[in-house]
């Protein structure tokens, strides 16, 4: 068994991986491997990085896409290789196509959300949903709930929807542009180097960070002074995420880092 009560001492999203937890010890115990529903990116960070810390049990996590918002986390015992022959790849899901023709009513992300929770499903059983303008979205979740949503959501919106699985290499996702950028700062502090990362003023960014809208590693951070390192991530809503690399300093003792910028 997990040291379930010391694992949670410090955590920040204390349900979420309790739930994490007992999925583990399920794998533990059974010696199959077993899936977590879809994770926010701070529930999946914090387990992670939890699970870093034992050595019964390896995890691999899968959105559909490389830059998924929303994963799973497969856990199993750690003499245990994952399924990689498994139909999708080792972590199981399953694409949606919702097709209609929004071009005289344009529907949301929102929109498509309230949509499928609309048929009686649970947030945390749905992924990342991908919208395609006029043309309709598609939807990320667990297999389980594929046939029901076909039959089950029919309308977004005014438009009515065909939903119908499709394979995960269908997904429209288009690959995040990247932008390497090199800047010296007098200091770590979270408002410098995001600031010279995202490419707007220092002023501006502290507002940002006040404001809550800046998160490190998936954690809202309201400190402008926070200082950040190597392999730390910025992320800011509508703005993408920041890369902290590698970190020199120089002559006369300044940072020099590196980032990459994802957009």
């Not at 583990?24 to 059974?30: G, H, K, L, P, V």
């Not at 049990?57 to 994963?71: D, N, S």
């Not at 590693?217 to 926070?226: D, G």
């Not at 509508?238 to 957009?263: C, F, M, N, S, W």
């Amino acid at each position: 068994m997990l040291p379930k009560e010391d694992l949670l001492k410090r955590a920040e999203n204390r349900e979420a991986l309790a739930r994490i937890i007992d999925r583990a010890e399920q794998a533990i115990q059974t010696w199959e491997p077993v899936a977590t529903d879809f994770l926010t990116p701070p529930e999946l960070f914090e387990a992670q990085a939890l699970f870093k810390t034992l050595t019964d049990v390896q995890t691999l996590a899968g959105g559909g896409y490389p830059q998924a918002e929303r994963q799973r986390l497969m856990i199993s015992r750690s003499e245990i290789p994952f399924d990689e022959a498994a139909a999708g790849g080792p972590v199981p899901l399953a694409a949606l196509s919702i097709a209609g023709n929004f071009l005289f009513d344009t529907a949301s992300h929102r929109d498509f959300l309230g949509s499928l929770l609309g048929t009686g499903i649970v947030r945390e059983k749905l992924g990342d949903i991908i919208v395609l303008g006029e043309r309709g979205a598609q939807a990320i979740v667990v297999p389980e709930l594929a046939d029901f949503l076909t039959t089950s959501l029919v309308q977004v919106r005014s438009v009515p929807v065909k939903t119908q699985p499709i394979d995960i290499s269908e997904l429209r996702v288009r690959e995040p542009r990247r932008k390497e950028i090199t800047t010296v700062e007098a200091s770590m502090r979270l408002d410098a180097v995001a600031s010279a990362g995202f490419g707007m003023s220092r002023s501006k960014m502290v507002d940002l960070i006040t404001a809550g809208d800046v998160r490190v590693n998936w954690q809202p951070v309201t400190q402008s002074s926070h200082s950040l390192q190597t392999g730390d991530l910025v992320a800011i809503r509508g703005k993408g995420r920041l890369e902290i690399g590698d970190v020199a300093v120089t002559k006369k003792q300044r940072y020099r880092v590196q980032l990459t910028r994802l957009v």
